[in-house]
């Protein structure tokens, strides 16, 4: 007897679904996937040059307006698809544009790209071995040549979801190496626990401290100095601040390349801290990472081989396709015994091979996604030089940056000297130089670079981000990710900025 859903459908629908199996049909979808393909190419990767628009702004009520975006139950057919591709490019941001400057990401690497297209065409859960062989072996080389150049010559690490969740790992391994009971007793009853990081850390510290149970309250936040690196006498104050308070401190989050200004700590002084009080030292060198790879800028992240945890995200500095992030340990027997939960229906420990390669439960997660190949396939396509080369040219730029706005009329810098690929400055209108001594000076000038923003946004010229920070009025920060830049295109960025600020 057939199903009711069956009787609702009528015959030609039914013969339309039968036609639109869930595997590949050559017949039915290879010319298809070859236009699919082509207008990618076309569209999305190809024609992003200077002279084209980084977004076509539409306001949302207008855009839903424009785009088909309900979901129906007839299927469609396949030029309507393309249609809706094209459409989804079109109003898409294009951060693959060489002035998508917006983010700590941008630009499109072809070889990542192909290597991505490739995961999703085999589509791979990475946790066993016998499912994903290539890509077991895959991460655990490419990770194991990481951890070679943070400096460790053994230990253990993953692909993470995000440098976040990179970043929720440290905390997740400290606590355990700490008090490992926790695992099986949870929170209760053990002292409170203390962690620490800097004022201009990434957000990710106390959301995933919360997350696991810590309370935010329980992330003592350290002073910064003038470059917005973490004061070492501040954070020697505040652990002994916690153990008068009775107190357990566990761990320091350090970071390598602050999100706003690109600052690194001291990491050499905090390790003798940890070491001096036996706390787990973390280091987020999500944005910084990359620059490790350069023989002439990983001197910035001197002393990140005497820590105990990293967070390295690719798809930043290193401009592999969005999402790859790791987490990397010189400890090699925590990553486990610190997560696992032995499911025997998937880590059998009597398989017919060396199960030390069933590596997903190391992870929280179980079903995850090969982030290692598109990775891994940039790297084999340009080799250690190529990344070098790329991070030499993208600090090569900024420091060029860096230096024709020190001189150029109507601009300011908000550090003399970045450390990073991080240039932040304000734009200061004609109508307000020569004005910085009026009452309301900070307050009109904290208005401009939103202003500026909107007004690149809706011409599409550019995405470049602004913020605060602690009691400084609005500033640009441009980050320098894309070695496709050259100095002419700082030029530019220079110029427009005074152009869309001119009448402000």
């Known amino acids: 007897m057939p199903a009711a859903s069956d009787l609702l459908m009528d015959p030609p629908v039914e013969r339309e679904m039968a036609s639109r199996p869930n595997h590949p049909d050559r017949q039915h979808h290879e010319k298809f996937i070859q236009e699919a393909v082509k207008l990618m190419l076309d569209e999305a990767v190809f024609s992003l040059d200077r002279q084209t628009p980084v977004v076509q702004w539409t306001e949302p009520d207008e855009l839903l307006e424009r785009l088909d975006l309900q979901i129906e139950r007839h299927p469609t057919t396949h030029d309507k698809l393309l249609q809706l591709m094209s459409d989804t490019i079109k109003y898409s941001v294009k951060t693959g544009h060489p002035y998508f400057m917006n983010q700590l990401f941008s ?59 990179a970043n929720g790992y440290a905390i997740s391994c400290a606590r355990y190496h700490t008090l490992p009971q926790v695992k099986s007793k949870g929170l209760h009853g053990l002292p409170r626990l203390v962690l620490y990081t ?93 620059a490790l790879m350069s023989r002439r800028h990983r001197h910035l992240l001197n002393g990140i081989q005497r820590a105990d945890s990293v967070t390295w995200n690719p798809h930043k500095l290193l401009t592999a396709p969005q999402q790859c992030s790791t987490f990397l340990t010189r400890h090699t027997d925590l990553l486990g015994p610190c997560h696992s939960a032995g499911a025997t229906y998937l880590f059998q420990k ?14 929280v997660q179980c079903g995850r996604r090969a982030d290692v190949l598109k990775f891994w396939f940039m790297w084999k396509a340009k080799g250690s030089d190529g990344f070098e080369a790329h991070i030499d040219r993208v600090f090569d730029n900024a ?88 100095h002419a295109d700082m030029d530019f960025v220079i110029r427009e900025i005074e152009r869309l600020g001119a009448t402000l």
């Open 399 to 486: 420091q060029y940056l860096t230096e024709q706005i020190r001189h150029r009329p109507g601009f300011k810098l908000v550090l003399d000297k970045p450390e990073c690929t991080n240039v932040s400055f304000w734009y200061i209108p004609p109508s307000l130089r020569g004005q910085d001594t009026a009452p309301d000076y900070h307050q009109r000038l904290h208005k401009v670079a939103p202003k500026i923003k909107e007004r690149m946004i809706k011409e599409g010229t550019m995405m470049i981000t602004y913020q605060p920070l602690h009691d400084l009025p609005n500033f640009f920060r441009m980050v320098m990710q894309n070695s496709g830049l050259e």
């Open 350 to 363: 009597d398989k017919f091979y060396d199960t030390k390669y069933d590596t997903g439960d190391k992870h």
């Open 198 to 290: 800097s004022i201009d850390a990434h957000y990710s510290v106390k959301k995933l401290a919360t997350l696991q149970g810590l309370g935010s309250d329980n992330v003592y936040l350290v002073k910064t100095d003038a470059l917005g690196r973490m004061d070492v006498e501040d954070l020697k104050a505040q652990i002994q601040r916690t153990l008068k308070e009775g107190a357990k401190p566990f761990m320091v989050s350090a970071t390598a390349g602050t999100t706003v200004l690109g600052a690194f700590d001291p990491l050499v002084a905090l390790a003798d801290v940890c070491e001096a009080h036996k706390l787990w030292l973390h280091v987020d060198a999500a944005w910084g990472g990359g």
């Open 107 to 165: 630009s499109v690497d072809p070889y990542g790209l192909v290597g991505q297209w490739l995961t999703d065409a085999l589509n791979p859960s990475v946790y066993t071995y016998e499912v994903s062989p290539v890509f077991t072996l895959m991460e655990e080389t490419v990770l194991a040549e990481m951890r070679r150049i943070v400096g460790w010559n053994q230990g253990d690490g993953i692909f993470c979801p995000g440098g976040s969740m």
